[in-house]
């Protein structure tokens, strides 16, 4: 069980759930969030007279109450943190904090999209702006769009450590590799290293399958405190430790582009945990693009600043092999509906339950998973949250 200051409450997580996912076209965001929500209690057991706190961002003018409008909740905490990708990870370390402190008892984490029908539909275009005031206004007028700063950064760590384009490549090839045992996942065809390479160019040096899908869907976690765990329908997920960082907004004030805000979450999170990376049996990572993959990997530490190139190299990263990585394929492969950090938080716990089916990760003599590390990345590499989260 996770250990907690003398006085404080331990926290577990004990229902995770996604609504449906991939191509939905007939269904709100506000349903997708309803749906998820619904499935995430029903995996806990527990009633929904229970929550009473709800983390919520992405959705309307007053994400939280307007969620919790529509679910019929009435919380009495509140998160509506959005920091992009990270924002699950860093409102689940914010929720876990208030159950631990007894400010919230059941805290639920609910997100959906429909980002992929709206574009469709006419509804949004494909550019994203993150406007053109404050810092940004010093980028936007030179056409500095979000996939060219990663891009940019991946320039980066190529010319600083030699890294190839083939070892990014291998990222995408291995999260198809786990996405063709995920029946959910959008895209499960088998790829390879040339047919990554001689794709449509996107942003230099990212070609198409270097870049992660649009889709729709959403999911829910929910954490509770330890006295309601003997009510849960699942065995708990316990959160052993967490960290948050924020790194930048202007690329001009980012001092490495080849060092990301998770070399500081994910020391907080596993010293907090305390555990090492060594010690963690599979790894859910944002990979918006291939590069992010590679550099989480360096700074959560699982190998030395500059070596990832050749850490992904043998199918390190499939469901059988060293450090499974984004288990269900990952945002590359099986669905990136926006802010997709809540998706991570979902695989890890099913992981960590016995309940990923084909894709399921197994130690030797076939024994379930004990650890496992969810670290997400919001914007361009400017905020980052990490959790690690144990069997019980």
Sequence with gaps: MAQRPRGQRAVAVVGVALSECGRVDDATAYALHAQAARR????????????????SAGL????????AEYLGLRPTWVDSTAVGGSTWEVMAAHAADAIAAGHANAVLLVYGST???????GRRTANLSFGAGGPLQFEVPYGHTLISKYAMAARRHMHEYGTTLEQ???VAVQARSNAARNPDAMYRAPITVDEVLSGPMIADPFTKLHCCLRSDGGGAVLLAAEEY???CAKPPVWVLGSGTSVSHTSMAQWPDFTVSPAAVSGRLAFERAGVTPAEIDLAEIYDAFTYMTLVTLEDLGFCAKGEG???VADGRLTVDGALPVNTDGGGLSACHPGMRGLFLLVEAVRQLRGEAGERQVRKAG????ELAVASGTGGWFCSSGTMVLGRG
């Design 40 to 55: 995430a209690l029903a995996d806990s057991g527990l009633d929904r007279a229970v929550v009473d706190g709800l983390a």
């Design 60 to 67: 309307g003018t007053l994400a939280p109450v307007e969620v």
């Design 115 to 121: 980002a992929r029908a709206d574009l469709k539909a």
């Design 168 to 170: 990014l490549a291998e």
């Design 229 to 231: 765990v003997t009510d």
């Design 309 to 311: 190139g050749a850490f």
């Design 366 to 369: 076939g024994r379930l998973p």
